[in-house]
């Protein structure tokens, strides 16, 4: 018997994100979570502060969108691949997949795409706020390179979701990305200033990979501490690391299920 040939690539890749957003969408402690939990701190961590202006002109209501905005896309990319694929692991949705005639490429592909349409999400929704409630003002050019830069630079956190998904269990997945990502981003200035931070945070803020991509966002404002290729070369280094946690974690599943 004849097996039915596969869909084209394309079109499998689309019929799956479809799937993904439609899944997550429906899922409020994730739709609402990630889109709206942004912008409740900034409420309370921007909004007193929107009207300041630094000494050297940049906007401490700006700069705070740009840090919550870096915090926003992270938390997608962590929360929504670390307890996702947890979470299918734990249903077996694997299994059923591996069942299927999807290629494995197209099933990650399909929660890279998935994740940057919620992140997109989360910093239009963000920025918008910080518009209309704080009266934040910036060129279109300049709200359109930070989210272009996050979206860009959010391949580490992406990898590192997958690490957590398949280093952890779906009851452990909650913990552990809590336990990496909130860390990271009050050690690394994206709730509170760098400098009103211990001193021992402020040494190792600089090894950190969320404060090298927050990095991206404050240097489009010219608020950054480093050039945009250092910020690069930073972030280009912990994709690799994490993308090689997440690759080993897969294979020992794959070896444990499939084998």
């Not at 630079?153 to 998904?165: C, E, Q, T």
Request: without cysteine.
């Amino acid at each position: 018997m004849t097996r039915p040939a596969a869909a084209p690539f394309p079109q499998m890749l689309l019929a799956q994100t479809k799937s993904e957003l439609l899944m997550r969408w429906r899922v409020p402690a994730f739709s609402v979570t990630n889109l709206a939990l942004p912008i409740v701190f900034f409420t309370f961590f921007g909004l007193p502060v929107a009207h300041v202006v630094r000494g050297d002109g940049v906007s401490i209501g700006a700069y705070l969108l740009a840090s919550f905005g870096a915090y926003a896309v992270g938390n997608v990319m962590v929360y929504g691949f670390g307890i996702g694929v947890a979470n299918e692991r734990g249903m077996k949705v694997d299994r059923l997949m591996r069942a299927s005639r999807l290629p494995p490429l197209v099933f990650m592909l399909a929660k890279v795409v998935t994740a940057l349409v919620f992140a997109f999400l989360a910093l239009v929704l963000l920025i918008g706020f910080g518009i209309v409630a704080g009266g934040i003002h910036q060129t279109p050019a300049v709200w359109a390179t930070i989210i272009g830069r996050l979206l860009a630079g959010s391949l580490p956190f992406i990898a590192l979701g997958f690490a957590i998904g398949y280093w952890s269990g779906p009851h452990a997945a909650p913990a552990v990305a809590n336990l990496i990502y909130l860390p990271l981003s009050f050690a690394s200035g994206l709730f509170v200033p760098l400098n009103q931070l211990p001193g021992f945070v402020r040494t190792l803020a600089p090894f950190l990979p969320s404060y090298h991509y927050a990095q991206l966002a404050w240097s489009a404002l010219g608020a950054g501490r480093e050039s945009l290729g250092e910020s690069l070369l930073w972030l280009a280094g912990y994709t690799a690391l994490f993308l090689t946690l997440a690759v080993r974690a897969y294979r020992r599943e794959e070896r444990a299920k499939f084998a």
